[in-house]
């Protein structure tokens, strides 16, 4: 099964300091979830402001462990700016997938 997730840039950071990449993914197993519960609500109430500090909130956390919805999380982030009309359900949809996938898979690999 291939991972959701890829620490490459983590262990890049850290210097492959394995107590600081175990100590990244505990705080991905536990921030992540309540984020997106936040994330989660902020768009289904239309919260544009929170939706965009959400995003923006994950946004370097996505990045950093290499995950693909890092586009759906940009779009997010800018859409919670902006005064667009545009449906970010699929997005939000997207990020919440993926993100739920690599808790899933990082609680089953540390």
């Avoid at 997730?5 to 705080?27: G, H, P, Q, W």
């Amino acid at each position: 099964m291939s991972k959701a997730y890829d620490l490459s840039k983590v262990r890049e950071l850290s210097d492959d300091d394995a107590d600081f990449i175990k100590a990244m993914v505990e705080t991905f197993i536990e921030e992540i979830p309540m984020d997106l519960e936040q994330l989660a609500m902020a768009v289904v109430n239309d919260d544009r402001g929170l939706v965009h500090e959400y995003a923006h909130k994950i946004k370097p956390t996505v990045d950093m462990f290499g995950l693909s919805c890092l586009y759906d999380v940009l779009v997010l982030e800018a859409w919670g700016k902006s005064e667009d009309e545009m449906e970010i359900n699929e997005h939000f949809m997207r990020v919440q997938e993926e993100l739920q996938k690599a808790v899933d898979q990082l609680k089953e690999d540390f």
